[in-house]
């Protein structure tokens, strides 16, 4: 039944103009879309929608997540793909540009993860978000340029055994991500941090600043006795899978 109103409520949206859209989503989906809303020729298949005043969604948009919200005045323009059981927020004038990917699992593993846009935070072009765990970008936050990754997931090899790691990523307020960079799970950024073009950041980082990558060097690392301090996630689906705490 869930999915037949989904794919219903996508037709109306894709085909029909905003006013008419608005009109049958508030009275008979339980959905709401509010006032000065544009939608553009946009597939949306979420469980649940809520879109406040001013917003403006574009063209060619798959947006499919678990549950969907829009503040007021948010944007999404063209060409992004928003797929997976996750939740999304965008709070106040958030803003994704265009050919972003945000995606997750398929299917629920132990948690629902979070990804969330904090007010006035900002996603130019062409960066990609894995939401195996939660994201949150707080207020302010510039992705700028193209071709940034934010990964919650990643893998220990042992000798005997792999297993996935899970750690969910917080971007703190006013921080600026340059084009191409790449942020690994469970980190954590401080307020006022930026970010230089081309740099990867696999750890926590607490002083406000710039950073900038570093020479490549060896890091002597023993999977197996890594895993040991993990904390084992009771997954339904998933096996091996660990937590990365921040």
Not at 55 to 79: A, D, Q, T, V
Request: glycine fraction near 8%; proline fraction near 1%; aromatic fraction near 10%.
């Amino acid at each position: 039944m869930i999915k037949c109103v989904k794919i219903l409520l996508s037709g109306v949206i894709f085909l029909f103009p905003s006013s008419i859209s608005r009109l049958f989503v508030n009275c008979f989906t339980g959905f709401f879309i509010g006032k000065g809303v544009r939608i553009g020729f946009t597939l949306m298949l979420c469980d649940r929608i809520k879109i406040a005043d001013g917003c403006y969604i574009g063209h060619f948009n798959l947006i499919s997540s678990r549950n969907f919200e829009m503040k007021e005045n948010n944007k999404i323009k063209h060409f992004n793909r928003i797929h997976g059981r996750f939740d999304m927020i965008m709070y106040k004038c958030a803003w994704i540009n265009s050919q972003n990917r945000i995606t997750g699992l398929h299917h629920i593993s132990y948690s629902v993860p979070q990804f969330i846009m904090g007010e006035s935070s900002v996603i130019i072009m062409n960066h990609a978000f894995d939401v195996t765990d939660s994201i949150t970008l707080k207020k302010g936050v510039l992705f700028a340029g193209s071709g940034s990754q934010v990964w919650t997931h990643a893998f220990y090899m042992g000798k005997n055994r792999n297993v996935r790691i899970d750690g969910a990523v917080e971007i703190g307020e006013r921080c600026y991500i340059g084009a191409r960079s790449v942020i690994c799970s469970g980190v954590k950024l401080a307020d006022a941090i930026v970010i230089g073009a081309n740099t990867t950041v696999s750890k926590s980082l607490t002083q406000s600043g710039l950073y900038v990558n570093q020479a490549l060097r060896y890091i002597p690392f023993d999977a197996d006795e890594s895993i040991q301090k993990l904390e084992e996630l009771n997954c339904r689906v998933d096996k091996n899978v660990y937590r990365k705490n921040i």
